[in-house]
């Protein structure tokens, strides 16, 4: 694997698991001094043994992204750590379905509060540090922004919103060299899609829906993140990159 973030440093949100966790390995594995800042601890040491154990050079900190306090004491230790921060992936997340009628209001604003307030609070706190030698922010919407089912109101709304700050960052920190882009992922097989009604277990019929032949993976994920971190998109800012096996283009008809 190429070195292509080698002397740099990048913060991982929800790297812990699923998507981050393909994130944070793929950034380490091509020379990131890589940190999973995560609310789950356990999870959290537990992956950071792993990808140590493999002579990579990754660190856990404990954050609940919607939380000011702890975000900005987090992003501190990592700068106090690493000397640098160069990457910033939003990445931490919560799935959210239910009927309408039953949605609460304090589970609309927790999905509000991770899913879009978190990626907001990372990427002020970072950008105090990025400022010094520019940098770049991934922020992980969905094709959930784009596209919906029933019964997802806070989780699109949230996603939607990440679009929006995805460009409104891009315009305000365009002068510092810092680049600011959104991925969209469709269907991935990780645990947020375990959620019920959904089945643990993917079946041919969950991979023949995609026009690709299957369903995503993290690594789909990383790989993509990697070349949009790298200095190969050196030229992109301000816009969604949708990563979904040709899902979101797809037309449906009956013969
Ligand atoms: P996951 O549930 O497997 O992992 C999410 C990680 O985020 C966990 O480690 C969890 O502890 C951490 N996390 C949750 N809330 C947090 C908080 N408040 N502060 C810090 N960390 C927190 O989820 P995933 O499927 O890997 O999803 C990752 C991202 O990708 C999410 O933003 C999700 O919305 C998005 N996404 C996922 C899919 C999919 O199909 N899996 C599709 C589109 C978008």
Not at 21 to 43: M, N, P, Y
Request: proline content about 5%; aromatic content about 6%.
């Amino acid at each position: 694997m190429s070195g292509r973030f080698e002397g740099k440093t990048c913060i991982v949100t929800g790297g812990a698991r699923g998507i981050g966790a393909a994130i944070a390995h793929r950034l380490a594995s091509e020379g990131c001094k890589t940190a999973i800042l995560d609310v789950d601890e356990e999870a959290g040491r537990i992956r950071e043994k792993q990808l140590t154990s493999m002579g990579l050079s990754v660190k856990f900190f404990k954050a609940d992204v919607s939380v000011e306090e702890e975000v900005s004491k987090a992003i501190d230790k990592v700068y106090e750590t690493f000397g640098s921060i160069d990457v910033l992936v939003n990445n931490a997340g919560i799935g959210y379905e239910k009927p309408l009628e039953l949605q609460t209001l304090d589970e609309w604003r927790r999905v509000i509060d991770v899913n879009l307030t978190g990626p907001y609070l990372c990427a002020k706190h970072a950008v105090r540090y990025m400022k010094e030698r520019g940098g770049v922010i991934i922020n992980i919407a969905s094709t959930r922004a784009l596209q919906s089912e029933p019964n997802t109101e806070p989780y699109s709304a949230s996603k939607g919103g990440l679009l929006a700050l995805t460009h409104a960052l891009a315009m305000s920190l365009a002068p510092y060299r810092i680049r600011v882009l959104a991925v969209s992922p469709g269907w991935i097989d990780t645990s947020e899609w375990q959620i019920p009604p959904r089945r643990p277990e993917l079946s041919p019929l969950d991979h023949g829906q995609h026009p690709a032949g299957r369903v995503g993976r993290p690594e789909d994920v990383a790989a993509l993140v990697a070349f949009l971190a790298s200095d190969e998109a050196g030229w992109m800012t301000g816009v969604n990159v949708v990563i979904d096996g040709g899902m979101t283009k797809k037309m449906i008809y009956i013969d």
